[in-house]
């Protein structure tokens, strides 16, 4: 069932925040490659809200450091004022380093993800991912997933994690 | 059970409301927090119309269960490579 590590992703400070509340950001090494701009990185590890050694045992984190003059150009041309800079910075990365996947658990960030023909992924899909991969069995995928709303701070109603469980469940069973 | 009683104490405090009174509209918006919960599972999962949905939680829960909802779809998707 497992592919190996599968692909190269730039994140914003959501997935990071919460998989590191569930105790689940080893999941982030099923990416080749996981590519954070600096404003990210200051939301999370600058605030204390996901240590930097947790980070740096992933193994396959790059950092960038993004000049302010071609970003606000990016800002304004595909007038994005609305969103945060963290969010901001992980749009334009993906757009400068030619990153298809963009992870975040932000709604909006997401709609505009897809407008940039971009592949948005939140916690919750990684945490599946990581069950593809065979990181973690069926159940602990589910209790990562019910984590996601009982531990995290992730904005998710209760009948969204029920219901990726019963769809886990179902199509795990067709494989 | 300890962030729980934290909360109690610090709002009896910061809101110079009684102890009674916070237990009270804590009760109050659990229950009614479940209960919006409850709506829109049953929404999601098709028991309900999106109409009689948002006349009992009002259309912007709709429209943000919606949302999960298909981002939820999207990550699985992605997820298990279909």
Known sequence: ?175 | MAATLTYLEKLVRETDKAESEVMTLAFQTGLRQLWREHVLGHYLRGKIARDEAIETVGIDWVELAERQHEAMMEDLAWALGE
């Open chain 1, 1 to 175: 069932m497992g592919t190996g590590r599968v692909e190269v992703a730039v994140t914003d400070a959501g997935p990071l925040i919460h998989l590191a509340e569930i105790d689940c950001l080893r999941f982030l090494r099923i990416f080749d490659d996981l590519h954070i701009p600096d404003a990210v990185w200051s939301e999370t590890v600058g605030q204390k809200r996901v240590e930097e050694s947790d980070i740096s045992k992933l193994d396959n984190v790059q950092r960038h450091s993004l000049s302010q003059a071609p970003l606000d150009q990016f800002i304004q041309d595909h007038k994005l004022g609305e969103l945060h800079v963290g969010e901001l910075e992980a749009l334009y990365l993906c757009n400068q380093i030619g990153v298809s996947v963009l992870l975040t658990d932000d709604l909006a960030v997401r709609r505009t993800a897809k407008q940039f023909g971009l592949t948005p992924v939140g916690s919750l899909g990684i945490v599946v991912r990581a069950y593809r991969e065979e990181l973690i069995n069926l159940e602990e995928a589910e209790q990562h997933l019910i984590d996601l709303y009982d531990v995290s701070t992730l904005f998710v109603t209760r009948a969204i994690v029920e219901l990726a469980t019963q769809q886990l469940h179902k199509r795990s069973n067709g494989r």
